[in-house]
């Protein structure tokens, strides 16, 4: 495939700030880099910089909660109501892992993204709960609770930053850890990611882009330091690069992080979306013609990213912005390219 063709083709391609990265096991196949990390300063974009992801880290939670399975600390079919030491108020008690790991659960959700107006939610949300206290995910719960059911579980998908919110609180009462804490701990530290972590949004590291929204009144560019969590929780947040999404994906198909059962079941068809598309246990499953991918998305104010692998041709493509522009167009691209392109590049390219 000629991926430089894939990203000529995308219509937003000269607007990206960011990186686009493709690799394959013998290194980079593609690459391009555009935009600043920091406006203010003109410093550059570059292939180590690290990006906020934010729904993206749903694939780092559904790993994390996958492993505590694999170790039998905790099982898919546990209710929720019989792990969490909280009043779970309009919780059905019949919600299990399984259901909030495959967006099955109905849970009401604090930002409803199957509603229109999700980023308004998000606003009112954000004046009613100031984002310097989201530091804790216990401060999700009055968000949460007192929400009744969107419907019953196990009925259809419907994607839920609540329920993944809820996965991390089941992290930290099983691990007794912070979720953060134990991401580091068991996928972080050991698949050797050099630049991935939840940083803090008034303490980013070195090499580090802030997300920038186009102000639509002063056609001015602001960060979004007061549109984020102070820090990232488990539905979204974590900061990542490139090569670390590259590093991430070899080592879970490798079995460093889940053993081959587990492994099976987090990669599985477990809810239908529609003919091509399909879920697992914290990680979308794309099949079309015998080409089979999986990947993890995630867009919020300022934030735009995918990250993709090809499953025949173990080829990581990932896609780290830091403005609004759609990269969702990209990633179609990319799926919908023919199975004998994609062979064809992992042998020329």
């Known amino acids: 495939m000629n991926f430089e063709n894939i990203w000529i083709d995308w219509e937003d391609a000269g607007d990206f700030s960011g990186v686009f990265s493709v690799s ?20 550059l974009n570059n292939r180590d910089t690290a990006f906020g992801i934010a729904s993206g880290t749903k694939l780092f939670t559904g790993l994390a909660v996958c492993k505590l399975i694999d170790e039998g600390k905790l099982s ?20 299990t892992v399984f259901h909030l790991l495959t967006h099955s659960s109905g849970v009401g959700d604090y930002i409803d993204e199957e509603g229109e107006d999700s980023l308004e939610q998000l606003e009112e ?43 991390g609180l089941v992290v930290e009462a099983v691990s007794g850890l912070s979720y953060q804490q134990y991401v580091t701990d068991a996928i ?26 186009d102000d639509g009144d002063t056609g001015e560019w602001r960060a979004n330091i007061f549109s984020m969590p102070i820090i990232g929780g488990a539905d979204g947040g974590i900061f990542t690069c490139a090569e ?44 079309r013609e015998g080409q089979l991918a999986y990947y993890a ?18 080829i990581v493509a990932s896609a780290l912005g830091n ?10 691209g990319l799926l919908y390219s023919k199975r004998e392109e994609l062979n064809e590049s992992k042998q020329i390219d």
């Open 297 to 314: 998305v995630g867009g919020d104010f300022g934030v735009e990213f995918f990250t993709v692998y090809f499953l025949e041709q173990g």
């Open 244 to 287: 670390d999404l590259d590093k991430l994906w070899r080592a879970v198909f490798r079995g460093e992080i889940l053993g081959e059962g587990m492994l099976q079941a987090f990669l599985q068809a477990q809810i239908i979306r529609d003919d091509c598309e399909s879920y697992g246990l914290g990680v979308y499953r794309f099949q």
């Open 323 to 332: 403005s609004e522009v759609n990269a969702y167009s990209l990633l179609e």
């Open 76 to 95: 898919l079919n546990a209710k929720l109501c019989d792990i969490l030491p909280h009043d779970l108020g309009q919780i059905d008690p019949r919600v």
């Open 188 to 213: 972080i530290t050991p698949c050797k990611l050099k630049h991935t972590g939840y940083y803090r949004m008034d303490a980013l590291p070195y090499n580090t882009a802030l997300g920038y929204m």
């Open 125 to 167: 949300l954000y004046r009613k709960y100031p984002v310097y206290l989201w530091d804790r995910l216990d401060y999700y719960l009055p968000m949460i609770t007192p929400l009744a059911p969107k419907f019953q579980p196990g009925e259809r998908f419907g994607y839920s930053n609540a329920g993944f919110v809820l996965l």
């Open 24 to 43: 394959d096991a013998r290194g980079v196949l593609f690459e391009k880099c555009g935009g600043f990390r920091n406006r203010s300063e003109q410093l």
